[in-house]
């Protein structure tokens, strides 16, 4: 299959709202997301723009929305990086000990899948994590405990359980894993 990798662009918000709706529609979504379906289309166009504007390669640097895009301009994944402050506390309530990424907003098409899309856009993450200013020490994701689909994805990638467990937003029976990829050695 014939892609390639870039950052998102700010005047891309239609698009970036279809993929992310369709992600929201895939059966594995209530393991992989914090939002629904039913709630992210009733936001409103100006959440998009903001959201993919915030994202983009124009934006202000601390999230980074990539996409492999087909050379007819589809996009058949995503993936999204937060960047999180060693010693702030992040969206998700723990505050880390050293600079690092968050992966977030994982997807890939079924058509895409099984097509190298899933490394490429990791590696695109990956290498945006090392070359920021203020330096990385490790990207980290969640993974929910039953998306077994995803955990096998994410060992392929390198990436390392820590043993780090936490709550589902909203679900205490649930638990996401938490995975790192650390900074290689120069």
Do not use: C
């Not at 895939?26 to 993919?52: G, I, K, M, N």
């Not at 649930?174 to 990829?181: D, G, H, W």
């Amino acid at each position: 299959m014939d892609f390639s990798i870039r950052a998102i662009r700010s005047d891309e918000w239609e698009k970036v709202r279809e993929l992310r709706l369709t992600a929201l529609r895939d059966p594995v979504a209530h393991l992989a997301f914090l939002d629904t379906h039913e709630d992210a289309v009733a936001r409103p166009d100006s959440f998009w723009q903001e959201r993919t504007e915030g994202a983009s390669e124009e934006g202000p640097g601390d999230v980074r929305q990539f996409v492999a895009e087909a050379p007819d301009g589809r996009w058949l994944g995503t993936v999204s990086v937060l960047v999180e402050r060693a010693g702030k506390e992040t969206y998700f309530g723990d505050v880390p000990e050293v600079e690092q990424t968050h992966v977030v907003g994982v997807f890939v098409r079924d058509e895409a899948r099984g097509s190298g899309v899933i490394d490429a856009l990791f590696a695109a993450a990956a290498e945006w994590s090392w070359s920021l200013e203020q330096r990385t020490g490790r990207v980290r994701l969640y993974v929910h405990g039953e998306n077994v689909r995803a955990q096998a994805a994410y060992r392929r990638l390198g990436y390392a359980d820590t043993g780090v467990r936490v709550a589902l937003h909203g679900q205490e029976d649930a638990q996401e894993r938490e995975y790192e990829l650390l900074r290689p050695a120069e």
